[in-house]
């Protein structure tokens, strides 16, 4: 059986598969403070929308006020 990875302190992976419209503010923020607490976390994001650099601009940005 593999272990975990969060059970062997490698970097933990939260994963969204939504549509961009439902990534708010909100949700950005409730984002930005989960990673916050868990240490060793990144988020992934997939959708159609991540394929134009302007939007992939505009998460990194909010993630980094």
Known sequence: MIPLASLKDEIFTFGSLVRQYKITPAVLDAWSEILCRV???????????????????????????
């Open 39 to 65: 240490n060793n976390s990144r988020l992934l994001l997939a959708n159609r929308a991540m394929q134009s650099t302007m939007n992939r601009d505009y998460i990194t940005a909010e993630f980094s006020k």
